[in-house]
């Protein structure tokens, strides 16, 4: 059990008492890295295994304090705008804590299971009453097997029901163990067809397929959650196309989720050009039709 809980991850937040991510109230992990690199991405931080910074134009005065003090040089202000050499960056954080206007912010941590455990364990009063429990996001839970593995292991022992969000994109090996300590898989689905799906996402999606198979034939419980993406997979035609897919899995329920904009600030945070920038957020009237077109098929579709 020692072994189990000293195990590490990286994660860049915990939020309590969510509604939206599983069954009841629950505690959701958020874990860093992912190997997709989805356009529309609303948590643009999470891509990168690494910690981060991010800069707050809105906060800077351009006082140039963490160039001064970077210890190897590595931040430089280009045409006012925040950038750091990440070759040269040792991730010390000493500029975000002298920053004096709090312009700079750290992104991620390492935390062993122990941590995180303990964390989750606060609100299991909440899980019992609502049937809740905690869920693992990210990013992609996948690129931390490990780490993910011992803190499933661990809730179990404390009889807590586990969710994972996933895009499925890992490895058939390491997608069986994981889900092994799995209640529900959340299951991320970008596109059906495949040349679409490496143009959204960067990856091609038959590895994920083949997984969401596996799920299934496990007997595992699984909800396909569906980012609904303008001018990418919002038309008819691709609502048909998934309802078949779905359709031939014997999944008889999806979740849709309306594009929207949280996340853009986020890329400019980041120092990252924004693909869907500007591009006004769809909403759920506005969606009502794309739905019906699952409904017809027999699969209950939902916001």
Known sequence: MKELLSKTGTIFNIQKFSLHDGPGIRTVVFLKGCPLSCKW?????????????LWDRERCTSCKTCTAICPTGAIL?????FHID??????CMTCVSHCPHHALKEEGETKTVEEVLRVCLQDK????????????????????????????KALKKHNIHTTIETT?????????????????????????DEKKHI??????????LENMKQAIAFGKHILPRLPVIPDYNDSFADAECFAKRLQEAKIKEIQLLPFHQFGEKKYDMLNQTYAYSNIPALHEEE??????VFIEHGIHAFF
Not at 125 to 134: D, K, L, P, Q, R
């Open 168 to 192: 499925g994109y890992t490895n058939t090996k390491t997608f069986q163990k994981i889900i092994h300590y799995c209640d529900l898989i959340l299951f991320d689905i970008k596109h059906w």
């Open 287 to 292: 969606l009502e039709s794309f739905r019906q």
């Open 199 to 208: 143009e959204g996402t960067g990856v091609s999606n038959q590895i994920i």
């Open 77 to 81: 202000y280009k045409k006012e705008k």
């Open 125 to 152: 009063m909440f899980y019992e009453e609502s049937g809740g429990g905690v869920t693992l996001s990210g990013g992609e839970v996948l690129m931390q097997p490990a780490f993910v593995i011992s803190l499933l």
């Open 41 to 53: 991405c609303a948590n643009p931080e999470s891509q990168d295994t690494k910690l981060q910074i």
């Open 86 to 91: 990440t070759n040269l960056c040792r991730r």
